[in-house]
Structure formats: C-alpha cells, structure tokens
C-alpha cells in the first residue's frame, strides 16, 4: 500500500490543496487538484480506506473513478468499482454493464456487479421507477461495502446535480436542501464539480462513457 501524504497545504482562502511538489510530480489535471480541494475541506477521507465507487458507465463516475484513480496513492486509498444492472433499458442496461466492468478492469480496479429487475418490483411499491432504482442502488451498494469491508461509498454527484435537487425541492414547496457532501459513509467527492467540468475532463483524459439517463 503507497504510503500516505500529508496534504495541509494552504491557498490564501485557507483552503487546502495539493502540495506543488505532488502537481509537478503527477502533471495533475485541475479538475483533480479540486477533488483533492474538495475531499480535504468534507473531510472526506483520512488515508488507509477501502472505498467502494458507485461505477454507472455514466460520465461523472467514469470521471470519478479515474481521477480517484490517478490519485489513489497520494489518498493512500484502495479503489473498488460496483455497478448496479437495474434492468430497465434491456440491452443498453447490459451494454452498460460491460462497459463499466471493461473500464474499471483496464484501470485494475477490482469490479463486482448486481442485476436486479427493478420493473419487476414496482408492484410492491408506490414509488416511481427511478426512486426505486435508487433505493435498491444504495443498499446493493452497502451490501457490498460491507462484503468489502470498505469504509466508504463515493458516488458521483456534482454540483449540477445539486442544484437541480434543489430547483425540485423548491417546486414541491419544501425545504431547499441539497445533497450533502457527506452522509455516514457515502460520500460525494464531484459535489463541487460542475456538468461542464467533468466533460472537459473526461475530454482531456480522452474517456469514454455511455449515457446514464436513469442514474440520479
């Protein structure tokens, strides 16, 4: 296991960031200098974790995974990828699957996956297709980290994300909240990141990714 570095540099906002020795060393991409921002600031993660990633196929978990990726040594981190097939999109459900375990292989990340037929179970509830597919995403998700033994989930929500949640909550007439950065051990290392970064991103790093319009 790399050994873990010490990352309490400080901007002029007081805000930490990646030591310049570390910069130079890895030709870090800027959208990784304000995960790195952000993980310090939520506190995010310690060093020595086993951390499981919510792996989709979509842009912002391939995006996810391979700047944790890039920087898991420095983290002092061990990367596991999951991926939920939810069964809803037939074959593009499967393609994927594939895609996600592909990705994650060529990066060695260990990769494990579950098929559940969500469609099938609408019957036993009144919640809407997409909130069902994300309830059962989060506890195949804890069912697996705690198979892992992995001390956090990350998953892939960005800024953009949260300001939609936001609009939503507001149209409904409730109270604005957001998504945390942090709850118990999921954790959302993207949440400062906007749609715009991860694309230019995933541009610069010449990924690919498959649309995940039912991954919320």
Not at 199 to 211: G, K
């Amino acid at each position: 296991t790399a050994q873990q570095v010490s990352l309490r540099w400080v901007g002029k906002d007081s805000t930490p960031v990646l030591p310049p020795w570390i910069a130079l060393m890895t030709k870090i991409d800027k959208f990784e200098t304000k995960l790195i921002t952000t993980i310090k600031k939520y506190k995010m993660l310690s060093g020595g974790e086993r951390v499981l990633v919510a792996l989709s196929g979509g842009k912002d978990s391939v995006a996810l995974l391979h700047s944790l990726h890039r920087l898991s040594s420095h983290l002092g981190i061990e990367l596991f990828a999951f991926h939920l097939n939810h069964g809803i999109r037939g074959e593009e459900a499967n393609a994927d699957e594939a895609f996600s375990r592909d990705f994650a292989t060529k990066l060695g990340i260990e990769f494990l996956s579950s098929y559940v037929d969500v469609p099938a179970r609408l019957t036993d509830t009144d919640a809407g297709i997409e909130a069902l597919a994300r309830d059962i995403r989060y506890k195949e998700l804890e069912r697996i980290a705690n198979q892992l033994k992995c001390h956090k989930i990350a998953t892939a929500h960005t800024a953009s994300d949260n300001s939609e949640t936001v609009l939503m909550t507001i149209a409904r007439n409730s109270n604005a909240k957001g998504i945390p950065p942090v709850r118990d051990n999921i954790i959302r290392p993207l949440i400062c990141h906007s749609t715009d970064e991860v694309l230019d991103y995933c541009a610069r790093q010449e990924l690919s990714f498959v649309t995940d319009a039912t991954n919320s």
